[in-house]
């Protein structure tokens, strides 16, 4: 019977997932970079302008202050979050009591809904009531304890730190399992022939976790890059966008400015670095 | 050889990290739960030690189940999260399975297409997605986000599933087909029961992810009444005078009770789901 060919039976079987993602991602794809080539009030016909949104954007000391801004927080947050997850994960690479509980309790900041928990957040670091600065000020820190999110370079270091504590665990966790699966043989015949602690760390642990460090590593830089939910919660991109991302600057100029072309050509910023990640990612995925 | 001295220093090298990440990871959920059953009188006091709570009350439980929607939102938020998992779940199979177990032309580049449709983050199609929406009518309709959820949730499933489908083995389904079986009986009868364990892992990430997904919800639902609880809680719950924030952190305590069960008791296939992708077996 014809529909027992593989070939048949595959592609009938997914005409419709793949209907479905053509329908509400490729072509709100393809739709989004022509309307970055309009001038497109909301509510209103657009007309075509070719570059000038992209060339205004090039103009705007606004546009390239978020791009840096966008940059220092996937950096530093992904670095953190790298070093801070192999610290986790070797801490619980170790036989200890009621581990699973342990692991289930680290993993809870990645789980919860980011915007619920950004919200403790917020408030953890309210300007009159901080929990934040009322313990630096027990421990003897001058009143009233720093503005956290209301001082340019404070509220980058906050968003940094807030991404990199929910982050954290996907890496550890996700860094654990990788170190499970090294041989303990490798370690025993190391110590035998005199490899100390580093030496085992950085000889034996590190090459045979690089595969999943940089698999983690490329996800993780491609969500932090385009990350809005946190910053859009704690700062709205403020003070005077210093916060400001590429996902946060576009949503204030289509969605508060009404300007759907001009934002959808910032977001489109993105792009080109997206891009590259994720072709990067997409074809290491696939020599696995 | 192990000395009383030798269980301490052994004790100190897993709890004194370990203990380090467990205080950092879970104070903010700690400072939710105390700020949720404070009075008001005690939150907005500086000279009450602020780590513990003196007479703890659930006024802003009753507020905030009685005066703010949030029970609606959490009626749509798990609405919506259930429809877009199980719609997810069926036409990511429909994706796998293919995938899985057939040879046909073309289907590495499906793979890959798949994947890469995955990575693709929200910011990147929220502007042109919403118009879209706008044309169909659907702003302020649950039905927006159960339509738009799933296009980064079907990808997602699709990945998990087939690498869940490789690892079933063949003969069942050989054997079927040379019993007689055509594709679809062995798919339906044979095949998908086997895949308890993958369906469960990627339900419960599908799951989460709606529960977590902020940015399509924030622009297609501007009504009360069909808001989620993120976009409730942040669009109606912040407001402008200092005293509320019992009730912001009532809510979101609640907002994250469901996901913590579900998680709490699947955690071993979430952790497997979780690693999946990343750890060669």
């Given at each position: 019977m014809?529909?027992d060919?593989?070939d048949?039976?595959s592609?009938?079987m997914?005409?419709?997932p793949l209907a479905?993602?053509?329908?509400?991602v490729?072509?709100?794809?393809?739709?989004?970079i022509?309307?970055s080539?309009e001038?497109?009030p909301?509510?209103?016909?657009?007309t075509?302008?070719?570059?000038?949104?992209f060339?205004?954007n090039?103009?705007d000391?606004?546009?390239?202050?978020v791009?840096?801004?966008?940059?220092?927080?996937?950096?530093v947050?992904?670095?953190?979050?790298m070093v801070?997850?192999l610290?986790l994960?070797?801490?619980?690479?170790?036989h200890f009591r009621m581990?699973?509980?342990?692991?289930?309790?680290l993993?809870?900041p990645?789980?919860?809904p980011?915007?619920?928990s950004?919200?403790?957040?917020?408030?953890?670091?309210d300007?009159a009531f901080?929990?934040v600065n009322?313990?630096?000020?027990?421990l003897?820190w001058p009143?009233?304890?720093p503005?956290?999110?209301?001082?340019?370079?404070?509220?980058m270091?906050?968003?940094?730190?807030?991404?990199?504590w929910?982050?954290?665990?996907?890496?550890?966790?996700?860094l654990?399992a990788?170190l499970?699966?090294?041989?303990?043989?490798l370690?025993?015949?190391?110590?035998?022939d005199?490899a100390?602690?580093?030496?085992?760390?950085?000889?034996?642990?590190?090459?045979?976790?690089r595969?999943?460090?940089?698999?983690?590593?490329l996800?993780?830089?491609?969500?932090?890059?385009a990350?809005?939910?946190?910053v859009?919660?704690?700062?709205?991109g403020?003070?005077a966008?210093?916060?400001?991302?590429?996902?946060?600057y576009?949503f204030?100029?289509a969605m508060?400015?009404?300007q759907l072309?001009l934002?959808?050509?910032?977001?489109l910023?993105?792009?080109p670095a997206l891009?590259?990640?994720?072709?990067?990612?997409?074809?290491y995925?696939?020599?696995? | 050889?192990?000395?009383?001295?030798?269980?301490?220093?052994?004790?100190l090298r897993?709890?004194?990290?370990?203990g380090?990440?467990?205080v950092?990871?879970?104070?903010?959920f700690?400072?939710m739960a105390?700020?949720?059953?404070?009075?008001?009188?005690?939150l907005?006091?500086?000279?009450?030690?602020p780590?513990?709570v003196?007479?703890p009350?659930?006024?802003h439980?009753v507020?905030l189940?009685?005066k703010s929607?949030?029970?609606?939102w959490?009626?749509?938020?798990?609405?919506?999260a259930v429809?877009?998992?199980?719609?997810?779940?069926?036409?990511?199979?429909m994706?796998?399975?293919?995938?899985?177990?057939?040879?046909?032309?073309g289907a590495?580049?499906?793979?890959?297409t798949?994947?890469?449709?995955?990575l693709?983050?929200?910011?990147?199609?929220f502007?042109?997605?919403?118009?879209?929406?706008n044309h169909?009518?659907?702003g302020?309709?649950?039905t927006?986000v159960?339509l738009?959820?799933p296009?980064?949730?079907?990808?997602?499933c699709a990945w998990?599933l087939l690498g869940?489908f490789?690892?079933?083995?063949?003969?069942?389904?050989e054997?079927?087909?040379?019993?007689?079986?055509?594709r679809?009986?062995?798919?339906w009868t044979?095949f998908?029961?086997?895949?308890?364990?993958?369906f469960?892992s990627?339900?419960?990430f599908a799951?989460?992810?709606s529960?977590n997904?902020f940015?399509?919800a924030?622009?297609?639902?501007t009504k009360?009444?069909?808001r989620?609880?993120?976009v409730?809680?942040i669009?109606?719950?912040i407001?402008g005078?200092?005293?509320?924030?019992?009730?912001l952190m009532?809510?979101?305590?609640?907002?994250s009770?469901p996901?913590?069960?579900?998680?709490?008791?699947?955690?071993?296939h979430?952790?497997?789901?979780?690693?999946?992708?990343?750890?060669?077996?």
């Open positions: 014809w529909l060919r593989q048949v039976f592609w009938l997914m005409a419709l479905f993602l053509a329908a509400l490729g072509y709100p794809f393809f739709y989004g022509l309307l080539l001038d497109r909301v509510a209103h016909p657009g075509f302008v070719g570059f000038k949104n060339v205004a090039a103009h000391p606004v546009f390239w202050r791009a840096l801004n966008t940059f220092i927080y996937t950096g947050a992904t670095l953190l979050k801070g997850g610290g994960a070797l801490a619980m690479n170790q581990k699973n509980l342990v692991r289930a309790l993993l809870l990645f789980i919860v980011t915007v619920l950004t919200v403790a957040w917020l408030w953890m670091l300007p901080s929990v009322r313990m630096l000020v027990a003897g009143r009233p304890g503005s956290w999110l209301g001082n340019p370079t404070l509220a270091v906050s968003i940094i730190v807030i991404n990199t929910r982050g954290l665990p996907f890496y550890g966790i996700t654990l990788g499970q699966t090294v041989p303990s043989e370690y025993e015949a190391a110590s035998i005199g100390g602690g580093w030496e085992r760390f950085r000889f034996i642990t590190l090459p045979m976790l595969p999943i460090i940089l698999i983690v590593t996800f993780s830089v491609i969500f932090t890059f990350d809005f939910q946190l859009y919660v704690l700062t709205h403020g003070p966008n210093a916060t400001q991302l590429f996902a946060t576009a204030d100029i508060n400015g009404g072309g934002g959808a050509s910032v977001a910023a993105m792009l891009a590259l990640l994720i072709v990067l990612l997409t074809v995925l696939r020599r696995e | 050889m192990v000395t009383g001295e030798g269980h301490i220093r052994q004790a897993v709890w004194l990290p370990v380090f990440f467990l950092v990871a879970l104070f903010p700690y400072w105390i700020t949720s059953i404070k009075p008001n009188s005690e907005y006091n500086k000279n009450v030690m780590l513990i003196h007479a009350t659930l006024k439980y507020d189940l009685t929607s949030f029970l609606l959490t009626w749509n938020t798990m609405l919506v429809v877009s998992t199980a719609i997810s779940l069926i036409l990511g199979t994706l796998a399975y293919p995938l899985a177990r057939m040879r046909f032309a590495s580049l499906i793979a890959m798949i994947a890469a449709i995955y693709v983050p929200q910011p990147l199609l502007i042109p997605l919403a118009d879209v929406i169909l009518h659907l302020n309709t649950l927006s159960i738009t959820y296009t980064m949730l079907v990808p997602f998990l869940y490789k690892t079933v083995p063949k003969e069942l389904e054997a079927a087909r040379i019993d007689g079986a055509s679809v009986q062995t798919m044979i998908l029961p086997l895949c308890t364990p993958g469960i990627a339900g419960i799951f989460t992810l529960q997904e940015l399509y924030l622009i297609f639902l009360s009444s069909v989620t609880v993120p409730g809680v669009a109606e719950l407001r005078d200092v005293f509320y924030w019992g009730q009532a809510g979101a305590l609640l907002g009770i996901v913590a069960i579900i998680y709490s008791f699947f955690v071993e979430y952790v497997a789901g979780l690693t999946a992708g990343s750890v060669k077996a």
